[in-house]
Nanobody, 119 residues
Framework: QVQVVESGGGLVQAGGSLRLSCAVS????????MGWYSQAPGKERELVAV???????NYADSVKGRFFISRDNAKNTVYLQMNSLKAEDTAVYYC?????????????WGQGTQVTVSS
């Protein structure tokens, strides 16, 4: 059974930093993309940052230059370093793992971790 477990959320003052971690376990298939999505109250879930198996990254415009995604393939873990946090970054952050076999694809999500930025 695949598990996606996030950690590292919390309460921080505006301008501060947090580091989120996400570990994927329970699969022997290739993890293609690993990424972070955020969902603020009353809003749709949206992409924050993604790290592909090929090493490329993609960021939402709102976080470019402030957030940095990294990945440890040996540990099936992805990290999100969040700097210069703003009140509008407040949301539940979800980790996503795109797992692929030869002709199949699975999408797995973590339970979410709350990030609250006080102004």
């Amino acid at each position: 059974q695949v598990q996606v477990v996030e950690s590292g959320g919390g309460l921080v003052q505006a301008g501060g930093s947090l580091r989120l971690s996400c570990a994927v376990s329970g699969t022997t298939f290739s993890i293609h993309e690993m990424g972070w999505y955020s969902q603020a109250p009353g809003k749709e879930r949206e992409l924050v940052a993604v790290f592909t198996s090929g090493g490329s990254t993609n960021y939402a415009d709102s976080v470019k230059g402030r957030f940095f995604i990294s990945r440890d393939n040996a540990k099936n873990t992805v990290y999100l370093q969040m700097n210069s946090l703003k009140a509008e970054d407040t949301a539940v952050y979800y980790c996503n793992a795109d797992v692929r076999a030869v002709s199949r694809r699975w999408d797995y999500w973590g339970q979410g971790t709350q990030v609250t930025v006080s102004s």
